[in-house]
């Protein structure tokens, strides 16, 4: 009996200059996707980054407010690491985001305003590879990002946001998921991946009330972990994983 093969990962497209990559956390980019987004800007490419919440509820000791401007400060570091200068919080609450036209109409003005040919988000599925169960956040999140790709181009969707000088744009060619159970493409990450490491070292504080580990040590294994892995389904180089929908 023959072994099953196992599918392989294509390359992501390359032809776009602009990417906006929108998530629910500081932190939601660190853990596996930095690898790609330093790549991407190597190549000259702009990404800039809009978070929905702060992660003013992401560490059990601090109170939110204390929290709140600890891990922006974190997060702007982070994104500095692998290129990213841009980096902008839409102030909904973390740990109860909610999917519904609200958010739909802040991402689609962040579409706007960047107007991106690439929206890369992170996995808005129940849960991760049908094993642990996703936060309530990023499924809003992720799956708010789909639908606004198409608001952002739609006149007639929002039209509070042209008013506001925001014109529609419909120039999203596709949305990358990180994170996903089926992902479909895949980046390089040799390149970037020393720097990923780095840019997840960047949110010391999360990492130190996260685990009692070496914060270098845990931020290394698991990106090095997850870049190996996927590297199986690309040509045995370590890579960072996405399942891409066109538009």
């Known amino acids: 009996m023959t072994e099953p093969t196992t599918s392989q990962l294509q390359p992501m497209p390359?032809?776009?200059r602009r990417a906006l990559a929108v998530v629910a956390h500081p932190d939601d980019?660190?853990?596996?996707c930095a690898a790609a987004i330093a790549s991407w800007t190597d190549a000259g490419r702009e990404v800039a980054y809009v978070l929905a919440t702060r992660g003013e509820a992401?560490?059990?000791t601090l109170e939110p407010a204390k929290c709140a401007a600890?891990?922006?400060r974190e997060q702007r570091a982070s994104a500095a690491v692998v290129g990213v200068d841009q980096v902008d919080f839409l102030d909904h609450a973390d740990g109860v985001v909610e999917y519904g036209p609200a958010l739909r109409r802040?991402?689609?003005a962040a579409i706007r305003r960047h107007r991106p040919e690439l929206v890369i988000t992170l996995n808005h599925r129940d849960t991760w590879g049908?094993?642990?169960?996703n936060t309530p956040d990023h499924v809003a999140v992720g799956r708010a990002v789909l639908d606004a790709a198409g608001d952002a181009g739609n006149r007639w969707i929002f039209p509070e946001l042209t008013e506001r000088g925001l014109a529609p744009w419909d120039g999203v060619r596709w949305v990358a998921v990180a994170g996903s159970g089926n992902p479909t493409h895949a980046v390089d990450a040799a390149g970037g991946l020393e720097r990923a490491v780095a840019s997840l070292l960047a949110h010391r504080t999360y990492i130190e009330a996260l685990t009692?580990?070496?914060p270098e040590t845990y931020a290394r294994g698991l990106l090095t972990g997850f870049a190996e892995e996927t590297?199986?389904?690309f040509g045995d180089r370590p890579a960072v994983a996405f399942e891409l929908f066109a538009r």
């Open 29 to 32: 980019l660190e853990y596996g």
């Open 14 to 16: 390359d032809d776009w």
């Open 106 to 108: 802040d991402i689609a």
């Open 212 to 214: 009692d580990e070496d």
């Open 58 to 60: 992401g560490i059990d």
């Open 130 to 133: 049908g094993t642990y169960w």
């Open 231 to 233: 590297g199986k389904r």
């Open 70 to 72: 600890l891990r922006e």
